[in-house]
């Protein structure tokens, strides 16, 4: 075992710095060692001798395969203290690795997996991939023969985690797991599940001995503590609420029972209504602990404080919920006397105050106020939010849920891209409010916080949730309001982009048709919402391949918007967006390169530089350069693009996965090949992660690389990857799709480079004949066709080889004029077609 003084530490002194550098084979790492965020053990913890008596005979059970056990029990019992207990004896008991991982979400095991591999420094932690990082910490734990401990706390989902359960073929390691979940995919596996109930009465008295007497107020413990625990249902939240009020108020045991006896309960949860067997018990010593706050608070303010706090994600919300405009109101109105006049109202609350009764709520243990915890600082323990919902009178349900969802919109950042913690805080906290408060935010029409999460979803790239939430929120407005409600056009809209962004296109056109249709009959073709709803119709078609019908339909819009919204708009801006996309889609790149340009500096005026929107003219103002040949210029904005989406949306979204593979592109195209396969390789791995291995631009990406490989050598891996990307695009859009078909023609040309020239030729002219019947005059084409002479060139056909050529000439002249690179490689390939072919008169006449 490691010594915190070892041969390979660091020793600062103050008066004198003395370093210890060590050898050159590399730092060790200095066992014991501890990773994650242990809790702190709670004042009076309870070592629950009983359970640790199972949890052992568990752990001695198992063979040469880790035994793991789930602690699985209710809110309050005390489940994550007491793996926090073993977690902390665990180095003190000779074990060299203690993890701790937060299981809530499979991501954050993931995370802290991979950071254990790397300050172990296991092999492979330099991958780079937090999967793969992972995944070399779980080999290294199977064989390790040092001693380790795994606490996985708060398992929420069985199935996800089930991957990551951790294993020892050595016997030196186990794991420890938390839930609230009574599953049975808990158990088996060499998994033993042990339920966790409220304290013993033994247990109960020695908390509340252990606690009274570590603030120096034991003599309030009397001959009714007993009763008293008894009377708490021996629940440790309960009890915990008890002694702080009992210590806060010099209460004796007694006393606290006494008063315990006369809170009244019948109104706010009587006994027949106690189904889970705690409310009762719980409830009362909330009563009363929020009494003692009331008297504690200067401010008037806790008591509507906590019952607003009670409806959002006991997990947490940001503290500067508190500071909304909306808040604020709540707060000044709920200061006023019951039966006051409107005129005479009291003083403003102001967020000082707010913050202050936040603090008297959290000294009275009746939630927690830690703004380092931020965004999710203001936490309140699920069984105590229960209560105070339970306690709170029906008819002030309504107004407060307005109250809750109107604090989260005017605490929502936007964009929220840049802040994803906050964004998934957010979102949580609009769920948890939705479920609190059944149909209330639907009425007079469904709350814009009930969207803003929609939108939040989909911008985070979560398409598969963006999707199910859509769908959800549709149902619910159309069962509330019917299917021509607003509302409901608007969540069938973005079901329909939701459906587009999944690469589930047939799905997008066919219902984005139905919206369209609907929201011309019901609002008008003029409406704002129309407009959007013509506009997602149009880039669904674009998707799909028709890129006439998209044209159309976009620059419809561009001309509704022009007459209908102010320029500055976005929505009018989105349109020109747009326009630019489905002009550059169809090869009418000049277009689309005069609309990016000028879309650009509206873009950066308006929103400023680092706003999604505005990279994304930006990107797309660097792709149409590189679809002109102007390829330096359109790789050094796609290089910023890149930093700026890794800086402002993280490496994981989506949007940082498409500059990455932009950026490939044009390192492809400027013969930077080598450039081109890093970026690609990690684009590929991280559209396999978060967007699905047959998601349509996962497999667009592992075509392109196939590309590459084969630039750089790589040809047989080349083929068998741009084989499998190609029949399984093809499946999912449709022969007639610019992918496939550019996909296509990349695997024609692999094949006649790497010698198979007669099948290459045949692919070829297949795709050719596909891409001049949809898009004849487009970029794709003309390059398809010089791939088709090039090929005939290898096989010695030079008079198909003339042909060609000269038809490639003609058009990229007409499309894109006589100094266009295209035009300039057509005219070289075509005289040396024409001198290879002894055909002296023609070369002169080009040549004129």
């Known amino acids: 075992m490691g010594n915190a003084l070892g041969p390979y530490s ?8 003395h370093v210890h550098l060590p050898p050159d084979r590399g730092l060790e790492v200095t066992w014991p060692l501890e990773i994650g965020a242990v809790p702190a053990l709670a004042t009076a913890f309870q070592p629950r001798s009983d359970l640790r008596k199972k949890v052992e005979a568990a752990r001695s059970g198992g063979a040469s395969v880790v035994l793991t056990q789930v602690l699985s029990g209710g809110g309050g019992v005390g489940k994550s203290q007491l793996a926090a207990a073993y977690a902390t004896e665990a180095v003190a008991d000779g074990t060299e690795l203690v993890v701790w991982a937060s299981a809530a979400h499979t991501h954050q095991v993931i995370t802290q997996y991979a950071q254990a591999a790397v300050r172990i420094g ?9 999967e793969v990082v992972a995944r070399a910490f779980l080999s290294w734990l199977a064989t390790t023969p040092r001693r380790w401990l795994v606490v996985l706390d708060n398992i929420t989902d069985p199935t996800g985690l089930a991957p990551w359960w951790p294993a020892s073929r050595t016997g030196t390691g ?7 979940l009574h599953d049975a995919r808990l158990s088996g596996g060499g998994r033993t599940r042990i339920a966790i109930d409220v304290y013993t009465p033994e247990e109960a008295h020695a908390y509340l001995r252990a606690r009274l007497d570590g603030d120096g107020m034991g003599h309030l413990l009397d001959d009714h503590g007993g009763a008293l625990a008894e009377a708490l249902g021996y629940l440790p939240l309960a009890l915990g609420h008890a002694a702080a009020y009992m210590i806060n108020e010099d209460l004796s045991s007694a006393e606290y029972l006494d008063r315990f006896h006369r809170t009244r309960l019948e109104q706010a949860l009587p006994e027949s209504a106690d189904a889970d067997g705690y409310g009762r018990q719980i409830t009362a010593t909330l009563l009363l602990s929020l009494e003692a706050a009331q008297r504690a608070d200067p401010t008037g303010l806790v008591t509507p404080t906590l019952t607003l706090a009670a409806l959002l994600d006991p997990a947490g919300h940001p503290r500067g919920v508190w500071g909304t405009p909306a808040a604020l109101r709540y707060l000044t109105l709920c200061r006023m006397p019951p039966h006051a006049p409107q005129h005479e109202k009291g003083p403003t609350a102001t967020a000082e105050e707010a913050h202050a009764a936040l603090r008297i709520l959290h000294r009275y243990a009746l939630l927690t106020c830690d703004t380092r915890a931020e965004p999710r600082a203001v936490r ?20 407060l849920a307005t109250v809750a969802a109107d604090s989260l919109l005017e605490a929502w950042p936007d964009p929220d891209q840049s802040y994803p913690d906050l964004a998934a805080a957010m979102r949580a906290n609009t769920e948890a409010l939705a479920g609190h408060s059944g149909d209330y935010l639907w009425h007079p029409d469904g709350h814009a916080v009930l969207y803003t999460a929609g939108y939040s979803l989909a911008n985070a790239g979560l398409t598969a949730s963006a999707t199910d939430y859509w769908q959800q929120l549709a149902t619910d407005s159309d069962r509330i309001h019917g299917p021509h409600d607003r509302g409901t056009l608007v969540a069938r809209m973005q079901l329909g982009a939701s459906h587009r962004q999944a690469g589930q296109t047939g799905n997008a056109v066919t219902l984005l048709e139905q919206v369209l249709a609907d929201c011309e009959q019901t609002l ?3 409406n704002p919402d129309t407009l959007v709803a013509r506009n997602n119709l149009a880039g669904a078609y674009q998707q799909g391949g028709r890129a006439d019908d998209a044209v159309t339909l976009m620059e419809q819009v561009v001309a509704d918007c022009k007459r209908r919204l102010e320029p500055d708009d976005p929505n009018s801006l989105a349109a020109r967006h747009n326009l630019a996309a489905v002009y550059g889609y169809a090869g009418r790149t000049d ?5 990016a340009e000028q879309l650009l500096d509206d873009c950066e005026r308006t929103m400023g530089s680092d706003h999604p929107n505005t990279l994304a003219a930006r990107g797309n103002l660097a792709g149409f350069l590189g679809q002109a040949g102007h390829i330096d210029q359109a790789m050094s904005i796609e290089v910023e693009v890149l930093a700026a989406r890794v800086r402002t ?6 949007d940082t996965i498409v500059a990455r593979s932009s950026l490939a592109a044009s390192y492809e195209k400027a013969g930077r090949i080598t450039d081109a396969v890093d970026c690609l390789e990690q684009a590929l791995r991280d559209s396999e992660r978060i967007l699905g291995a047959d998601h349509p631009d996962t497999l667009n990406i592992r075509r392109r690389l196939a590309g590459c490989y084969y630039h750089a050598g790589r040809i047989e891996e080349a083929l068998a990857i741009e084989e499998e990307a190609l029949a399984a695009l093809e499946r999912r859009l449709g022969p007639g799709d610019r992918k496939v078909l550019v996909g296509r023609a990349s695997l024609g040309t692999a094949y006649w480079q790497a010698g198979h020239v007669d099948r290459g030729i045949a692919i070829l002219e297949r795709v050719l004949a596909d891409s001049e019947r949809v898009r004849p005059d487009h970029p794709d084409t003309l390059a398809i066709r010089g791939n088709l002479a090039a090929a005939h060139s290898q096989a010695g056909h030079i008079y198909q080889v003339i042909t060609h050529m000269e038809r490639l000439l003609a058009d990229s ?5 006589a100094d266009h690179s295209t035009t300039v490689a057509a005219l070289a390939g075509l005289a040396a077609a024409y001198v290879q072919a002894g055909r002296a008169d023609e070369l002169s006449t080009l040549l004129e």
């Open 122 to 130: 296991v092999p492979g932690a330099d991958a780079g991939d937090p």
């Open 174 to 180: 186990w794991v420890l797991a938390t839930s609230r």
């Open 380 to 399: 309140i323990h699920a069984l105590t939010a229960r209560a105070v919902r339970e306690s709170t009178p029906p008819e002030v349900l309504p107004g």
């Open 524 to 526: 008008g073709p003029d």
């Open 813 to 817: 002249r007409r499309i894109h004029g």
């Open 649 to 654: 949306a993280g490496p994981d979204h989506p």
């Open 591 to 595: 277009e689309a390169l005069s609309i």
């Open 10 to 17: 660091l020793v600062n002194n103050i008066g004198e710095q």
